[in-house]
């Protein structure tokens, strides 16, 4: 198992009138190797593989994605890294990107398919029409499983050690539910105020995060903040992005948080805005301590 990730105070003028305690959990830098795309919950996701990596070196590993995907990017530097080969079924076109271009140097193959035929690729008939056996290793979408839920809910766990106390709050963002669920599951028995902070138009991630969960929505105690999608996934400010040099890094957005590098748009630069709005219109109370999560991504 890697170290934990390091617990960043953050200075902020914002926090500093609102009287808060403001930290960022470095997820981002929770990596087998720095800047490695294989990073933060996509190596938590990936855990209960990766923990025995002997297991998959000299096999296939097969999974899906978007061509800007994070755990596409992930999986291929863990075969680089671990010695097994990848297959990729890629939604849309065959086109060049910064992502699918890192993808095809890190040696995966890339089948791509029509939106219409992605929607699929739970169907079993389907897979074997990809020519996908019993030999391969087939990784959902995103990577998360329910056996990744105790190593995903990881970093509220560490955070309280780090602290030496239960914070506040402790906010992150969500995409599929699974990191949220992995959280809230690891908090149950803390106190502490868990906000989650979709990137998608939506009020469905609650019963995303229930399902993950195998508990009734109105059981699972957190707090949905649906305000800061931004107009869906992947859509953000223009002047958030920024053009960067690394070839594998697709987009960054500044958002002006002072000892923290550039942060992917899609999930993690909605979640810091969020949190320093709601900071700035006083939803917090004077002395409490806030977590935001910063769960990684190239993307």
């Known amino acids: 198992m890697l170290a934990p990730s390091p617990l960043q105070p953050l200075t902020h003028p914002l926090a500093h009138a609102a009287g808060v305690r403001l930290y960022c959990k470095r997820d981002d830098l929770y990596a087998f190797d720095a800047g490695s795309p294989l990073q933060g919950n996509k190596v938590r996701k990936l855990w209960p593989y990766l923990s025995d990596p002997a297991s998959l070196r000299g096999r296939r590993v097969v999974s899906f994605g978007g061509a800007f995907s994070n755990h596409l990017a992930a999986l291929a530097t863990a075969g680089l890294r671990f010695g097994f080969a990848t297959r990729f079924i890629v939604r849309g076109e065959p086109v060049s ?4 271009d890192y993808l ?9 398919v029509s939106r ?3 929607r699929r690729r739970h169907d079993e008939d389907y897979l074997r029409g990809l020519a996908i056996d019993t030999s391969d290793i087939l990784i959902p979408e995103g990577g998360s ?11 509220f766990t560490e955070t309280v050690d780090q602290l030496g106390e239960v914070p506040t709050y402790f906010c992150l963002s969500a995409g599929t539910g699974c990191t949220a669920a992995g959280i ?3 908090a149950s028995d803390y106190g502490s105020e868990i906000e989650v902070y979709p990137a998608l138009k939506g009020d469905w991630m609650l019963g995303e995060i229930a399902a993950w969960l195998e508990r009734p929505s109105e059981d ?14 992947a859509k953000f400010p223009p002047h958030w992005r920024l053009n960067t040099p690394d070839g594998c890094l697709a987009k960054r957005a500044d958002i002006g948080i002072a000892g923290l590098p550039p ?3 899609v999930y993690t630069a ?3 805005a969020g949190v320093m709005d709601r900071i700035a219109k006083g939803v917090y109370a004077p002395g409490s301590t806030l977590v935001i999560l910063h769960t990684g991504g190239i993307y």
Do not use: C, Q
Not at 97 to 100: D, E, R, S, Y
């Open 263 to 265: 942060l992917e748009p």
């Open 104 to 112: 095809r140097a890190a040696g995966s193959e890339l089948h791509f």
């Open 270 to 272: 909605k979640l810091f």
């Open 184 to 186: 809230v599951d690891a």
């Open 220 to 233: 699972i105690l957190v707090r949905m903040i649906y305000d800061y999608t931004y107009g869906g996934y």
């Open 97 to 100: 990107n910064p992502v699918l």
């Open 116 to 118: 219409s035929e992605y």
């Open 145 to 155: 499983t329910t056996a990744s839920l105790g190593a995903v809910g990881k970093p």
